[in-house]
């Protein structure tokens, strides 16, 4: 059983920064993934990492902006967004999803076996 606790979100102004973190009770062969959902709107892909920290894969929406990375020894997984804009405004989740490819990501949420409870993410025009 892993256990995943976001934290790290808040309200910033557009065009800001932010990291979100993710703490687990063990993740060093766990893909991890970034989720968010928007009011009235569908949970949906973010980014993800394979375990080995060697692949990652990102939306297009936050392609260039957003850099999810990974410390398996303090079993810490981080979203650093950049250049926030007002339609990121979100509940950011994090999950994880048993694979064995060391370098294998997945963005389909029904793969991800375990989720955190997530943290609220406001940006302000």
């Known amino acids: 059983q892993v256990q995943l606790v976001e934290s790290g979100g808040g309200l910033v102004q557009a065009g800001g920064s932010r990291r979100l973190s993710c703490a687990a009770s063990?993740?060093?062969?766990?893909?991890m993934g970034w989720f968010r959902q928007a009011p009235e709107k569908e949970r949906e892909f973010v980014a993800a990492?394979?375990?080995?920290?060697?692949?990652?894969y990102y939306a297009d929406s936050v392609k260039g902006r957003f850099t999810i990375s990974r410390d398996n020894a303090k079993n810490t997984v981080y979203l650093q967004m950049n250049s926030l804009k007002p339609e990121d405004t979100a509940v950011y989740y994090c999950?994880?999803?048993?694979?064995?490819?060391?370098?294998?990501?997945?963005?389909?949420?029904?793969?991800?076996?375990?989720w955190g409870q997530g943290t609220q993410v406001t940006v302000s025009s």
């Open positions: 999950a994880a999803a048993g694979m064995s490819n060391p370098l294998d990501y997945t963005a389909n949420a029904y793969e991800y076996d375990y």
């Open positions: 990492i394979s375990w080995n920290g060697g692949s990652t």
């Open positions: 063990g993740l060093s062969s766990y893909v």
